[in-house]
Antibody
Framework: EVQLVQSGAEVKRPGSTVRISCKVS????????MHWVRQAPGKGLEWLGF????????IYAEKFQGRVTVTADTSTDTAYMHLSSLTSEDTAVYYC?????????WGQGTLVTVSS | EIVLTQSPGTLSLSPGERATLSCKAS???????FAWYQQKPGQAPRVLIY???TRATGIPDRFSGSGSGTDFTLTITRLEPEDFAVYFC?????????FGPGTRVEIK
């Protein structure tokens, strides 16, 4: 069974950086791209970017260029998403999701609250 | 950026009725790069349909997808109580991979 288990909820100050992890099991980590998607309270889904764990290549949404970094540790089958210079508008649930096209497996989500 | 527009915003129906959800893209999308997701409160989205009309594993056949180019449709032939949720369309043809704003299917 494919499982993506994300790290726990975070409360961050404006201007700080958050790191979220996504530990996978049940499949070969390098066989799927890993995407990051967020959802602000009561809002829709917003794609941040993805990584190919096999070669570490990343593509980010232009909106988040310079603020988001996605990495993959193939020794622990874990993906990470760092988002810096946080503001209140970054308050959201962040999801990791695997794909070879559509997003077929999702993590449970990590709530990030940005508040002073 | 490809913008996806979903209609209606909210669909109020009774169990057993048919639901028809629409998603329109701002430019043509390759059919193999279009999907529908269902999301229930407090849960992650789950894929229902990918490549425009292929049901994901375990998805009942009351769900079907159709369309091409800029116009796509999700049809639920007979609504079951567990189908009342929010539905999102998505294109993964071009980066950024965008989602529509969602259609809420609520119990009438």
């Amino acid at each position: 069974e494919v499982q993506l288990v994300q790290s726990g909820a975070e409360v961050k100050r404006p201007g700080s950086t958050v790191r979220i992890s996504c530990k996978v099991s049940g499949y070969i980590f390098i066989d799927y791209y890993m995407h990051w998607v967020r959802q602000a309270p009561g809002k829709g889904l917003e794609w941040l970017g993805f990584i190919d764990p096999e070669d570490g290549k990343t593509i980010y949404a232009e909106k988040f260029q310079g603020r988001v970094t996605v990495t993959a540790d193939t020794s622990t089958d874990t993906a990470y998403m760092h988002l810096s210079s946080l503001t209140s508008e970054d308050t959201a649930v962040y999801y990791c999701a695997t794909s070879r096209g559509h997003f077929d497996n999702w993590g449970q989500g990590t709530l990030v609250t940005v508040s002073s | 950026e490809i913008v996806l527009t979903q209609s209606p915003g909210t669909l109020s129906l009774s169990p057993g009725e048919r639901a028809t959800l629409s998603c329109k893209a701002s430019q043509s999308i390759t059919s193999r790069s279009f999907a529908w997701y269902q999301q229930k409160p407090g849960q992650a989205p789950r894929v229902l349909i990918y490549a425009a009309f292929t049901r994901a594993t375990g998805i009942p056949d009351r769900f079907s997808g159709s369309g091409s180019g800029t116009d796509f449709t999700l049809t639920i032939t007979r609504l079951e109580p567990e189908d009342f949720a929010v539905y999102f369309c998505q294109q993964y043809d071009n980066s950024p991979f965008t989602f529509g704003p969602g259609t809420r299917v609520e119990i009438k």
